[in-house]
């Protein structure tokens, strides 16, 4: 059973509880540069630090939250604090017990925890067990030193707001918590969840307090609290919500929010279900004190409480869904096929794209997949290429989907995009570095992994639901392919990467180019026991080569290729036959593949689309095996 003065107050208090305003801002406004650790200041300048909870404590504040926003490992290591995490936060504790002593107030002491600044998984590469122990790191510092209750603060991540929550009672189980998330303009977190499924997240995480904060102003925090309040109306709700959409104005950080505006706004929280308020970003103590007295000079009344949810009906959609791809229905059918790379021009030129699809399409090529920026260098989006290739050529595509660069975003307006172009077949890989292209400081983040990105078409999207689990209007039809190395370095993570795609609903396979056959088969012979019941479609890459000096450098300078010397010595003896010689190699190593994949992954090198072409031509030529059915899809 919890025992606390916070709880205590929550449960017996007339009236909402007021908690302070920004830090951050006032620190800034002080001298402060954005691009200094503010945590630090605990210890470097703490009458700085405490000179603004008196301040807050003076306007009315009943808690004060320390400043320990960023005090957590992965923040404190951008200024090599990273082993100052207890000393900073304990100090922190400190500077707060002692401003609130002198105060002769009670006043309690609220631990801040912001979010981490990184990406949790599925979404980012840090585990979540990893963040656990970075938040228990930093919280159980301020339990240890005396806080009434933690804060957990400005969070965009229901993953990571719940190892928050589970990292806090894993330290002391009766630390009352206030669990806060912050929205976009459009009402959603920034990874799309919308204000009742975060309710719920956090309820069922274990807060004691759900919280809206940050995110814009009183009149959008208001709005989504009501909708928190409907749907969990015994929860109790904190708000904190800024002074408005900050503006920059003559090179400082504007918030437009008058406190009067606030004192307004702290009645509506109050009368809409708000057992905590406050203030973020832009708010200072006036804000606070202006709140203050409109609480306090309220006279007491039962409010009604009533809400004006707007209720939009639901436009009638067909669900019927699409017939599949003709690459779906050409492997479920058992065909070997053939799929051909080709990269969108630099330009605005598309003429001989067109002419080298047409060319590869005459030959027998089932599909041309389309890479996005291969290299990280800038091309024509790959969108307007499959349009154009389907709509001037009649052959279907596949495009490349790579997940680095996107935020989640643009991921899924990026997806709805490509469906309502007709393009359905995707190959979602990470893709390329921006710092091997063209530009090498442009933005290299990623809100997704592959697998995440094809758990998102396969059992969102396909199932008519965006990320955040609302409803699309129509099921979407992608089908989707995933990339396998099948002579990896690391067999073990090769192996856990495909089990996650598959899982995640991978339909296709593609690999990269294979020129020896006998590791490449070892290594699917493990995948088919390790992996129960392996049957997806394989794709196997193929390079054809076209001269000695081409296979060194795909030897020495692409990582994941491995060419035999017996070919090297086949190249260099070819002489000036050496694209022939290429040509000849691909045609045999198909000939094997037939045996054991269900079709090729063709790129051409250097645009020679006539050597495709060529190899195409023989390929369909061949006896394939009667039953080419052995990997239908998943």
């Known amino acids: 059973m919890k025992d606390s003065r916070f709880l205590d107050l929550l449960q017996t208090s007339q009236r909402p509880l007021l908690s302070d305003g920004a830090m951050g801002t006032l620190l800034n406004q002080r001298g402060i540069s954005f691009e200094r650790c503010f945590d630090e200041l605990n210890l470097t300048d703490p009458a700085l630090v405490a000179s603004i909870h008196r301040e807050y404590i003076d306007a009315g504040s009943q808690i004060i939250q320390t400043n320990t926003f960023g005090a957590n490992r992965f923040k404190l290591a951008h200024h090599g604090l990273e082993n100052q995490v207890a000393e900073i936060n304990a100090a922190a504790v400190e500077l707060a017990r002692r401003v609130v002593m002198a105060s002769f107030k009670d006043v309690l002491i609220a631990g801040d925890v912001g979010p981490l600044g990184v990406r949790l998984a599925p979404f980012g590469r840090v585990q979540p067990e990893q963040a656990r122990q970075v938040f228990a790191e930093q919280i159980a510092a301020l339990i240890e030193a005396g806080v009434d209750l933690l804060i957990i603060e400005t969070m965009t991540d229901l993953y990571e707001v719940r190892e928050a929550i589970a990292a806090a009672r894993q330290i002391n189980p009766d630390i009352p918590v206030v669990a806060s998330m912050t929205f976009t303009r459009d009402d959603r977190t920034l990874l799309g969840d919308d204000p009742i499924k975060v309710a719920r997240g956090i309820q069922q995480a274990g807060a004691d307090v759900i919280g809206i904060n940050c995110s814009g102003g009183p009149n959008q925090i208001l709005r989504i609290l009501k909708q928190m309040h409907l749907a969990l109306p015994q929860a109790r709700f904190s708000v904190m919500p800024n002074a408005g959409w900050p503006e920059q104005v003559g090179g400082r950080i504007m918030y437009p929010a008058s406190p009067e505006y606030f004192g307004e706004y702290a009645l509506a929280f109050w009368q809409a279900g708000a057992s905590l308020i406050g203030g973020c970003c832009g708010t200072t103590p006036g804000h606070i004190s202006?709140?203050?007295?409109?609480?306090?000079?309220?006279?007491?009344?039962?409010?009604?409480?009533?809400?004006?949810?707007?209720?939009?009906?639901?436009?009638?959609?067909?669900?019927?869904?699409?017939?599949?791809?003709?690459?779906?229905?050409?492997?479920?059918?058992?065909?070997?096929?053939?799929?051909?790379?080709?990269?969108?021009?630099?330009?605005?030129?598309?003429?001989?794209?067109?002419?080298?699809?047409?060319?590869?399409?005459?030959?027998?090529?089932?599909?041309?997949?389309?890479?996005?920026?291969?290299?990280?260098?800038?091309?024509?989006?790959?969108?307007?290429?499959?349009?154009?290739?389907?709509?001037?050529?009649?052959?279907?595509?596949?495009?490349?989907?790579?997940?680095?660069?996107?935020?989640?975003?643009?991921?899924?307006?990026?997806?709805?995009?490509?469906?309502?172009?007709?393009?359905?077949?995707?190959?979602?890989?990470?893709?390329?570095?921006?710092?091997?292209?063209?530009?090498?400081?442009?933005?290299?983040?990623?809100?997704?992994?592959?697998?995440?990105?094809?758990?998102?078409?396969?059992?969102?999207?396909?199932?008519?639901?965006?990320?955040?689990?609302?409803?699309?209007?129509?099921?979407?039809?992608?089908?989707?392919?995933?990339?396998?190395?099948?002579?990896?370095?690391?067999?073990?993570?090769?192996?856990?990467?495909?089990?996650?795609?598959?899982?995640?609903?991978?339909?296709?396979?593609?690999?990269?180019?294979?020129?020896?056959?006998?590791?490449?088969?070892?290594?699917?012979?493990?995948?088919?026991?390790?992996?129960?019941?392996?049957?997806?479609?394989?794709?196997?890459?193929?390079?054809?080569?076209?001269?000695?000096?081409?296979?060194?450098?795909?030897?020495?300078?692409?990582?994941?290729?491995?060419?035999?010397?017996?070919?090297?010595?086949?190249?260099?003896?070819?002489?000036?036959?050496?694209?022939?010689?290429?040509?000849?190699?691909?045609?045999?190593?198909?000939?094997?593949?037939?045996?054991?994949?269900?079709?090729?992954?063709?790129?051409?090198?250097?645009?020679?689309?006539?050597?495709?072409?060529?190899?195409?031509?023989?390929?369909?030529?061949?006896?394939?095996?009667?039953?080419?059915?052995?990997?239908?899809?998943a």
């Not at 790379?341 to 060319?359: N, V």
């Open 290 to 633: 202006v709140m203050r007295q409109a609480i306090e000079t309220r006279p007491l009344e039962k409010f009604s409480n009533g809400f004006s949810l707007a209720v939009v009906e639901k436009e009638e959609v067909s669900q019927e869904r699409q017939a599949p791809t003709l690459m779906a229905q050409k492997l479920m059918d058992g065909r070997f096929l053939i799929a051909v790379e080709m990269d969108p021009p630099r330009g605005l030129t598309t003429q001989k794209l067109l002419a080298g699809s047409s060319l590869l399409a005459e030959a027998g090529a089932d599909v041309i997949n389309v890479a996005d920026s291969p290299m990280a260098r800038m091309r024509m989006s790959p969108w307007a290429v499959c349009r154009l290739i389907q709509e001037k050529v009649g052959i279907e595509t596949v495009l490349h989907f790579p997940t680095r660069g996107r935020n989640l975003l643009r991921v899924q307006g990026d997806l709805l995009a490509a469906h309502a172009l007709g393009v359905r077949n995707v190959f979602v890989v990470m893709g390329d570095p921006t710092a091997i292209g063209d530009y090498p400081d442009a933005m290299d983040n990623y809100d997704l992994v592959p697998s995440g990105l094809i758990k998102l078409i396969k059992q969102g999207f396909n199932a008519g639901v965006d990320h955040a689990g609302v409803d699309i209007g129509q099921p979407t039809s992608f089908f989707v392919g995933c990339a396998l190395n099948l002579t990896p370095s690391n067999p073990e993570s090769e192996l856990k990467n495909l089990r996650r795609k598959l899982n995640a609903g991978a339909d296709f396979i593609l690999t990269q180019p294979i020129y020896d056959l006998k590791p490449a088969l070892q290594f699917l012979e493990r995948i088919k026991l390790e992996i129960e019941d392996f049957h997806t479609p394989l794709l196997v890459g193929v390079l054809p080569l076209v001269s000695a000096r081409h296979a060194a450098f795909l030897q020495h300078e692409v990582p994941g290729v491995n060419i035999p010397q017996e070919i090297h010595d086949r190249m260099v003896s070819a002489g000036e036959r050496a694209a022939q010689t290429g040509i000849e190699i691909a045609f045999e190593l198909i000939s094997q593949m037939v045996e054991f994949a269900q079709g090729i992954y063709l790129m051409p090198a250097f645009n020679r689309f006539d050597y495709a072409a060529e190899i195409i031509e023989r390929v369909r030529q061949l006896e394939l095996p009667a039953e080419q059915q052995k990997f239908p899809p």
